[in-house]
C-alpha cells in the first residue's frame, strides 16, 4: 500500500492538517514548522496536538514530515546566521517531541563563496550541536538541484556531511526526484542506476522519505522548479517506477507540485493507481 500525502499550511493547526490530508485520500503530510522563510513558530498548542494525535491514530496517518524554514542557512559564512539557523533547528525538534515518529526535512544550506569543503563542515558541526540535546526526531537532508552553490546536489556531498556527524544514527535522506533529476541523475532513463549509486555511497538503509515532484526543466538544469505528476520532464512512465521500486515503495512520498487541494487529491489517486497497476 503507497503511503502518500502532500505538503500543507500548517497555520491552522496539526488536527486542521490531518483532516484535510485524510478529505484527500492522503496518509501523511508534510508542514512548514513555520513561515517558510523564517521568524517565530506559533505558540506551541498541546491541546491540538493531542486531539491530532487521536485522529492520527484513528485515521492512520502513523508519520509526517516537518520541513524548516527554506531560509536557513547552515553553513552561511556569517556566524550570526549559522546560529540563527541552529537554534530554530532545536526549537523545531523540541517541538516536535510531541509528536512521535515524525521526520524532520532540511536543506543542508549554500556555501556561497567559501567552496563546498567549509561548508560540509559547518553543516555536521550544526548536526554535532543539535545531537548533543538528544532529540529524538530523525532529521534528513533534503538532496538538492545544485542550485547556486547548493550542497547536496551529489551524492558524494551528502556522505561527507554524514562522515562527520559522530553520531549519525538519527541522521537519514529524503530524496526529492525533481532535485536529483535537475542536479543530473537520471532517474528516467536509468532508475536503477541512480539507485545503485546511493546505495554505494550513502546506503539505502538512510533513504527514509520521498518528494515526488515532476521538473519544468530537463535533466542536469540546476533550476530546482517543480512540475506537476506527469506534466514535465520526468513522466508518468518514471513515476510508476519510482512508486513501485522495491527500494522505494514502502517509503513515505510527499507531493510538493504546484497544486491546490483538489490537485494534490488528483495526483494522490494517480500515483496510488499507478502502484496499483504493477
Ligand atoms: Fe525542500
Ligand atoms: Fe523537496
Ligand atoms: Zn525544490
Redesign the pocket.
Known amino acids: 500500500m503507497l503511503r502518500i500525502g502532500c505538503h500543507l499550511s500548517s497555520s491552522k493547526g496539526y488536527l486542521a492538517m490531518a483532516k484535510e490530508a485524510v478529505k484527500i485520500g492522503a496518509d501523511t503530510f508534510q508542514f512548514f514548522t513555520r513561515n517558510p522563510r523564517g521568524g517565530k513558530a506559533k505558540e506551541l498548542d498541546l491541546a491540538d496536538i493531542r486531539a491530532y494525535l487521536e485522529f492520527a491514530g484513528e485515521h492512520g496517518i502513523a508519520q509526517i514530515l516537518a ?1 524548516a524554514p ?1 531560509t536557513l542557512n547552515a553553513c552561511s559564512a556569517d556566524g550570526g546566521l549559522r546560529q540563527f539557523a541552529y537554534e530554530t533547528m532545536c526549537d523545531d525538534l523540541g517541538r516536535l517531541s510531541h509528536i512521535p515518529g515524525s521526520m524532520y ?1 532540511f ?1 543542508p544550506g549554500s556555501h556561497v563563496k567559501q567552496g563546498v569543503k567549509v561548508g560540509i563542515s559547518y553543516i555536521a558541526d550544526m548536526l554535532n550541536r543539535i545531537n548533543q540535546h538528544g532529540f529524538s526526531t530523525t532529521i534528513l537532508l ?1 538532496t538538492m538541484a545544485g542550485k547556486g552553490s547548493e550542497i547536496g546536489r551529489s551524492f558524494e556531498e551528502l556522505r561527507a556531511i554524514i562522515d562527520n556527524v559522530e553520531d549519525s544514527r538519527r541522521i537519514g535522506i529524503c530524496l ?1 526526484t525533481c532535485h536529483v533529476f535537475d542536479g543530473g541523475y537520471d532517474i528516467v532513463g536509468d532508475l536503477d542506476g541512480v539507485l545503485d549509486e546511493f546505495e554505494s555511497i550513502i546506503g539505502v538503509e538512510r533513504l527514509r522519505a520521498v ?1 515526488i515532484n515532476d521538473s519544468k526543466n530537463p535533466l542536469g538544469s540546476h533550476k530546482d522548479r517543480h512540475e506537476k505528476i506527469g506534466e514535465g520532464q520526468i513522466g508518468l512512465d518514471a513515476f510508476m517506477h519510482i512508486v513501485t521500486h522495491p527500494r522505494l515503495r514502502h517509503l513515505p512520498f510527499y507531493l ?1 507540485t504546484p497544486n491546490d487541494l483538489a490537485g494534490y487529491q488528483r495526483e494522490i489517486e494517480l500515483l496510488k493507481s499507478l502502484a496499483f497497476r504493477q
Open positions: 520541513h527554506y526535512n536543506h533534503e526529492d518528494h510538493e
